[in-house]
């Protein structure tokens, strides 16, 4: 059952509702999608992995928008990865930005554009996409990088964004995610006021800690950076959200909510009745 808050007089704040991993190539979830019911004026932050094709992209913004007020995106790891065209290969740093042109005629707030405020009972928060891809530093102390991948492989693990998401112009996805992480920083400390909170939002989680892969736990070093280990406090975070696990759950660390609000692939929702309706995660106002 889904926790449901309804606005009083006092509180006209639009809710604000997270969802992540819808995996659009798929038709089962583009199905499911189809059935979510409108939401008024309410927000929608996707948090990546919506689709891998601009088109796709497109229809996703194009249906969503129809049932909310306003929608918030990042790219996932899919967005970026490599599409055959006509005209030769899309990747990188240029695919990155066809999505994002995609985002923008749908009126979608993309990690390019000035980040929206959203006005509760308790006062303004700053919302803050966020796109800073991965470094391998989601990996084990004792294993450097120059041996990371034969480490996950020695557990058969291999993520796809090695053939699939090229770094170009930048030289390897390392440089990509250091040269984000710097913009980041230097954006957030310019815009975030001294008085106001935040909502950060990234695809990937923003500390290792949080990454729970059970089954493939070989898989982290496709999951993150470590810079963004104390982001969450140092620009006063109330909610952290983020996805790429396909492992839905509510997570605390100091005092900070932090969200996975994957849908993922229909083999990991179907059997349980998950659907989007119901994978939909209240952020604001603060659930109780």
């Known amino acids: 059952m889904r926790l449901q808050v309804a606005n009083s007089p006092q509180d006209c704040a639009p809710r604000l509702w997270a969802l992540s991993d819808l995996h659009l190539s798929l038709s089962a979830n583009r199905q499911a999608l189809e059935q979510l019911a409108p939401h008024g004026d309410d927000w929608l932050i ?20 129809r049932l909310f007020a306003r929608l918030i995106w990042v790219p996932g790891n899919h967005e970026l990865w490599t599409l055959k065209t006509p005209d030769g290969p899309l990747s990188g740093e240029a695919k990155y930005r066809a999505m994002v042109d995609v985002a923008r005629h749908y009126g979608v707030t993309t990690p390019e554009d000035p980040y929206p405020v959203w006005r509760g009972p308790d006062g303004p928060l700053l919302l803050a996409p966020l796109f800073l891809g991965f470094d391998y530093s989601f ?12 480490w996950a492989w020695e557990k058969r693990l291999r993520s796809a964004d090695e053939t699939r998401l090229s770094p170009a112009p ?8 250091a040269a984000r992480v710097a913009w980041t920083v230097a954006r957030l400390t310019a815009e975030l006021p001294p008085d106001m909170g935040s909502v950060l939002i990234n695809h990937y989680p923003l500390r290792a800690d949080l990454v729970t892969l059970r089954r493939i736990p070989r898989f982290s070093p496709w999951c993150g950076t470590t810079a963004t280990t104390d982001w ?7 909610a952290c959200i983020h996805g790429h696990l ?22 990991q929702w179907q059997p349980h009745g998950r659907g ?5 995660r209240l952020i604001l106002p603060v659930p109780s």
């Open 170 to 177: 930048h030289a390897t996805r390392q440089d990509w995610c």
């Open 46 to 65: 996707l948090a990546g992995d919506v689709a891998e094709r601009p088109d796709d992209l497109a229809w996703a913004f194009g249906t969503l928008s």
């Open 232 to 238: 969450h406090v140092r620009f006063r975070a109330v």
């Open 246 to 267: 396909h492992v839905p759950g509510t997570h605390w660390r100091d005092g900070v909510r932090f969200e996975e609000v994957s849908l993922g692939y229909p083999r």
């Open 276 to 280: 989007p309706d119901r994978a939909l």
């Open 139 to 150: 990996r084990p102390d004792d294993v450097p990088l120059e041996r990371v991948l034969e």
